[in-house]
């Protein structure tokens, strides 16, 4: 079992940062693709940005640029760096873990709200 805990949401002013942060446990941290998506009110939920085991990152084309993704060996958690934050960033962010051991297996925080008001 995997158990993924987020932390870091709030509300920031358009232009303002965060910082996401996600817990797991020790297994996640070095055998998953970790992650984080979104999810808007009405809309589905979207990947933002993921870190494979080997450090490689993808992220989604509207927040490239923006946010940056990493992991801290030393606590076993993946943040999320978020700059220059618009409206449209506002949604629960979620942390994800994927795991592949002879087939797929995912594994979700229960998600942080991140609101961009003026």
């Known amino acids: 079992q995997v158990h993924l805990v987020e932390s870091g949401g709030g509300e920031v002013q358009p232009g303002g940062s965060l910082r996401l942060s996600c817990a797991t446990s020790g297994s996640a941290f070095s055998a998953a693709t970790l992650g984080w998506y979104r999810q808007a009110p009405g809309k589905q939920r979207e990947l933002v940005a993921t870190?494979?085991?080997?450090?490689?990152?993808n992220y989604a084309d509207s927040v490239k640029g923006r946010f940056t993704i990493s992991k801290d060996s030393a606590k076993n958690t993946v943040d999320l760096q978020m700059n220059s934050l618009k409206p449209d960033d506002t949604a629960v962010y979620y942390c994800?873990?994927?795991?592949?051991?002879?087939?797929?297996?995912?594994?979700w925080g229960q998600g942080t709200q991140v609101t961009v008001s003026s």
């Open positions: 994800h873990a994927e795991v592949v051991l002879f087939k797929r297996y995912d594994f």
């Open positions: 870190i494979t085991t080997r450090d490689n990152t």
